[in-house]
């Protein structure tokens, strides 16, 4: 820094900012969607058919589960939170936790994913079969625990 030109001028990465921020188009005045409906309506239609596609397999693999927006994202809720899933620019995001992660990690391996997630590209089908199995092991566990609870 040369002291006649002073501190260098502070400066944004935006492109930086953009990638950090998510990939799905965030607005600053965004607001938490109300419900699983507003939340599909606010994709492109191409995108809304494959999030219903997900929430149909969802709901029919967990009939008793609740439907919530949790975390800004589509959530089935049955004995706690059993899954949730959203759309981003490029993939489908399914979030099971770690545990319905661990139990199909052999399945899995072929997709993009994190300890509780997993990424399913929009270029590619949804593995429909994959998540209903997924939401049944997710059913099964979260009852189990509700038990254990009451037992206690």
């Known amino acids: ?18 990638v950090l921020r998510g990939i799905r188009k965030m607005k600053s005045d965004q607001t938490t969607p109300r419900n699983i409906d507003d939340y599909i309506a606010d994709f492109p239609p191409d995108v809304q058919v494959i999030l219903k596609k997900v929430r149909a397999t969802i709901r029919k693999a967990a009939p008793a589960a609740e439907e919530a927006i949790k975390y800004r994202l589509p959530t089935f809720v049955l004995g706690g939170n059993l899954v949730h899933f959203g759309a981003f620019k490029k993939h489908i995001g399914f979030y099971a936790t770690p545990t319905g992660n661990k139990k199909f990690r052999d399945e899995l391996s072929a997709y993009k994913g994190a300890k509780g997630s997993v990424q399913f590209p929009l270029d590619k089908p949804i593995p429909l079969g994959l998540v209903s199995k997924i939401v049944k092991f997710r059913v099964k566990e979260n009852l189990e625990r509700s038990a254990a609870k009451r037992r206690e």
Do not use: Y
């Open 1 to 18: 820094m040369s002291p006649a030109l002073g501190p260098p001028p502070l400066t944004c990465n935006v492109r930086r900012i953009k």
